[in-house]
């Protein structure tokens, strides 16, 4: 599954420490998501997106 | 989760962890004194790991998922790569141990078959930990 994460938190000027900080992940598990190779739980997608003030499709792609 | 919860179970954790390693030690070396001090070495050297994983995740440096699962600080994805490494481990000490039972059966010395179960299992799961780990 594609996402605008790191596109998201670029424009934020955030860096994945700060974004996993700020959703109770770790860095790891925000770069693992950019890059596609960890999709999150419903409840972490959901974060994701509150957290960036969009709806979960907004961000999440189904390939 | 409290994080004073956590640390209560981290301590616990690795009190429990030596109590147990010193006392395989002592049970061993009524047998083996060779085994025992194997043992007791093997043990604490993982203990010893055990707790430099937890400092490191308790001061925000460790970035394996071994060592924030050994913390009591693991994340979803964290979770996920300890549940399918042990998933892996599960399922293929189903082929390690009936090949040291056949082994055995078949005029192997018992003591080099479950050796080489146990470290071939070890191996297992540590292959799978690192795999699934770059994986994910």
Redesign the interface.
């Known amino acids: 599954m594609q996402n605008d994460v790191r596109a998201l938190r670029e424009a934020l000027g955030l860096s994945q420490g700060a974004l996993g900080a700020a959703l109770?992940?770790?860095?790891?598990?925000i770069q693992?998501i950019e890059v596609g190779?960890?999709d999150?739980?419903l409840p972490?997608a959901i974060r994701i997106a509150r957290y960036f003030g969009q709806s979960v499709e907004g961000i999440f792609h189904v390939e | 989760m409290s994080s004073e919860h956590s640390t209560l179970r981290t301590y616990g954790g690795f009190v429990a962890g030596i109590a147990v390693v010193v006392a395989l030690f002592f049970l061993l070396r009524t047998a083996n004194d060779s085994v025992a001090l194997g043992a007791l070495v093997g043990g604490l050297l993982v203990m010893a790991l055990l707790a430099v994983a937890v400092w490191r995740s308790r001061h925000g440096t460790a970035?394996a998922?071994l060592a924030?699962s050994a913390a009591g600080v693991a994340?979803?994805?964290?979770a996920?790569v300890m549940r399918r490494t042990l998933a892996v481990g599960g399922s293929t000490s189903m082929m390690w141990l009936p090949g040291a039972l056949v082994a055995i059966v078949l005029g192997a010395d018992p003591m080099i078959a479950v050796t080489i179960a146990l470290y071939g299992q070890l191996a297992t799961l540590v292959v799978a930990y690192i795999v699934t780990e770059r994986?994910?």
């Open positions: 109770g992940v770790s860095r790891q598990t693992s190779k960890y999150p739980s972490l | 970035t998922a924030r994340d979803e994805r964290d996920d994986r994910s």
